[in-house]
């Protein structure tokens, strides 16, 4: 499973993009749903259900893994709707250690959220 393959430090951070959704970032409903969620709502419940997920260890299935995954790269890059230029000020992790974090997990879960490549999750 996906979730035995990622180090402490990594889901720590996935744990951590996940919150950003709830403070600074901000996104439409187009957006939201493009990642794999209803919508913009759906999106906050889901990514705190899905943060407790990580902390305990639960199995992800591979949607989840996907939407965690985008949600995770779009909130660290982008200005626009996630945090950008303000993560390290709003999360406290520097930009270089989190995108070589980023890339340990994208390596990492490539098998399990491959399928996903090029469309929206499906719940």
């Known amino acids: 499973m996906a979730d035995r393959l990622l180090k ?20 439409s409903d187009q957006l939201a749903v493009g990642m794999g969620f209803a919508g913009w ?14 902390e305990e260890g639960v199995p992800l299935p591979p949607a989840d893994w996907a939407r965690v995954l985008l949600a995770t790269e779009i909130v660290f890059i982008s ?16 930009d270089e250690s ?16 491959g399928s996903f490549h090029g469309r929206t999750p499906d719940a």
Do not use: N, Y
């Not at 990594?10 to 970032?25: S, T």
């Open 98 to 113: 989190t995108l070589q974090t980023l890339r340990s997990i994208q390596r990492k879960l490539a098998d399990t959220v």
């Open 8 to 27: 402490q430090d990594e889901i720590e951070m996935l744990r951590r993009a996940l919150l950003e959704w709830g403070g600074p970032a901000r996104c």
């Open 79 to 94: 200005d626009l709707a996630g945090s950008g230029l303000e993560w390290s000020t709003t999360t406290g992790l520097e």
């Open 41 to 54: 709502e759906d999106l906050l419940g889901r990514c705190g259900e899905l943060r407790r997920a990580l």
